[in-house]
């Protein structure tokens, strides 16, 4: 902005006509103000100004205006169309040269200036916060389930875990930051039809109920101990023993199921747990890369009582205390999982609890197994955690494939609706407020963060530059409009007969 001593100048150089002094005086002002100060300056002091086209003229001609002759007057008269021209020829040069590149554009330029850099940080912010966001999206995604009995839960320097700090789970147990964790979800679409799949046989599944089998809570999960004498002896290239089997499940709101299918959740799921008969026992084989099968099913509410399911949800009452047990009558526990075991997903995994060993070749069933509402009531109510707390939603949440592939051993062909007719889990009617896992490239469909926030930041980058064209046309109109209202109220007259 002209100071005022500045204004003062300039005004006093106008009063005197000494244009010499008013031109050099206005080069003092910034080049921004310097139409809209001249057109005030001789506005204010009411002086006609007298010069041709900002050339310097002399101080005579101060006379010559206070006292013209009448031949001056007629000269004047005819020249002043012709000087008039030239003035606004002048004028329009000012303003557009000079005016426009260093006032007129001086501020929309420094505002443009100020939002590229406002921009370029957004777009810096943004990245940061997508690969922020990638990188702790496995962890993040990270929720669980417990695989593993007792002794069998090696703990970290820390011991204790759970469902509400999965996030956290890697800092004691770097396992659960691998590339091959468990659950994931199944993307239907994705799957991959592998003929070569070997149908699975199970043996001695069938108890006599002189057997007694072991129930725990143990804090993490509902777990039933099973007999070295239950095996699966077809399906995989050795020969798997059973050791335990538990459950995952939600709450009436939310289901628990640890697995998803196209991103959708069961109200709960069974995992019945196996170890390669090459190994002495569970915990030897639990860290080996062939040491664990897992068979997974969905369970979902049907209208009948499962009378399967309740010889073991009947005592469920007897270990609702964390770490109590109680023993049950053998059964066929091959009737806990699906009719059909033929059809089923595989691929490689882990431990869903930590220590997250990725040395589980899991087999997701596609059909699913119904309980009543009341079962699963009983599954979701009746047991407790540490500190007394409610035991549920003890599922860990979907896993970054990172490039694994899941196998089927059915073929899944596009339905009317480029859905697969062949897949129940897609007359499902889960929620969908589920916890889906998608790839940070998006292989996984859908709309990660990083896709929200460029989005967003699109959009904001597209008001910025609006914005500023905006402005720029009204500083421009308002310049036009000076230089309008100059033309209307600055009168020329010439100074010499020379110029004529
Ligand atoms: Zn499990």
Known sequence: MASPVVTEGLRSAVHSLDIGTFLTKRKEVAGGQRALLTYQVFQAVGVQMSSEGGQSCNKDVKGRLKKPSPGDQLLNRRSQA?????????????????????????EPLALASDMLLWSLAAVFLHSLVVSTASSSSSSEEDESSSEKDGEERSKGSHGHWGYSDQDTWALDFHHCNGKSQSPINIDTRRTIFDPSLAPIRLEGYDLTDEESLKLLNNGHTLQLSLPASMRIISG?????????????????????SEHTVDN?????????????????????????????????????????????YEKILSSIKDVSIE?????????????????????????????????????????????????????????????????????????????????????????????????HVNVPFSTNDGSSDDVSAKEPGGADGGFSRGDVLATAFGILFCVTLLSFTVYACQQRRRSSRVKKEMRENVIYKPATREDV
């Open 264 to 308: 959708v959740h069961f109200p709960a799921e069974i995992h019945v747990v196996h170890y390669n008969s090459k190994y002495a026992n569970f915990s030897e084989a639990a860290s080996k890369p062939d040491g664990l099968v897992v068979l997974g099913g969905f369970i979902q509410i049907g209208l009948h009582e499962n009378e399967n």
């Open 323 to 419: 770490e109590s047990d109680t023993e049950i009558p053998g059964f066929n526990v091959r009737h806990l999982l699906p009719n059909n075991l033929d059809r089923f997903y595989r691929y490689n995994g882990s431990l869903t609890t930590p220590p997250c060993f990725q040395t589980v070749n899991w087999t997701i069933f596609n059909e699913t197994i119904r309980v009543s509402r009341t079962q699963l009531a009983a599954l979701e109510d009746s047991l407790k955690a540490e500190h007394n707390r409610h035991l549920s939603k003890n599922f860990r949440a979907p896993q970054l494939l990172h490039g694994r592939q899941v196998l089927s051993s059915f073929s899944t062909l596009p339905g009317p609706e480029g859905r």
């Open 236 to 256: 995989f290239d050795n020969i798997f023993t059973a050791a335990q089997l538990h459950f995952h499940w939600g709450t009436k709101e939310v289901p628990g």
């Open 82 to 106: 012709v000087g008039r021209r030239r003035r606004e020829e002048h004028q329009e040069e000012e303003l557009e040269d000079k005016g426009r590149d260093q006032g007129g554009l001086r």
